[in-house]
């Protein structure tokens, strides 16, 4: 995550200006607030991927891949996030003529869901009767295209598309309607806004 520490410079300085400006439980706020803890989750699995490649052996290892499989589970607890951008933020877009940003949004999902399903299965269960080096090989490199990609999709988020959502949806009574949406599709198991 090192190389991609500009872009989550960018993020935290957007952040924060969205997070000072908007009141909690703004659709936007929220929306930022869980990329916060996200960024945290990415910190963190680069962290025991360090620590993963000093372990030569299951004994050694295996409790930092359990620590990997329950991240892995925070990121995919994070699946209504993307349902509310995909199925309220991205349609409100589209429909006053904005589609660019959110289609890439939306390919970047896809890729993004299979990635942290594929680390999720490597640290649970699914290579369990591979080798700790196949195992650990498999995991390291799940985490190296996860952790820069979607940082770098939470920057783009923060910088380009939530920016762009405020400007272009400037009606309050719109993002009313908008948060009672996000409601009923409701929120990450770790959203706190």
Known sequence: MAADSQSTTLTKNKAAEILRTLPAGHVIHTMVTEHVKILGFLRKLDELKGTLQLHKSADEGISVIEDIGRLAQNL????PHHAREEKVLFPRLVGRGTSGPPHAMLQEHVLLRKLKQR???LASYEAKST?????RKAIIEVIDRLVPNLA?????EDNVLYPMALEVIDD???WDQMKLQCDD??????TTD
């Open 185 to 190: 599709i409701g929120y990450c198991s770790f």
């Open 152 to 156: 770098l999709h939470i920057s783009k």
């Open 119 to 121: 680390l999720f299965d």
């Open 76 to 79: 995919i607890d994070a699946e």
């Open 131 to 135: 080798t700790f080096q196949a195992r």
């Open 172 to 174: 309050p009574l719109i």
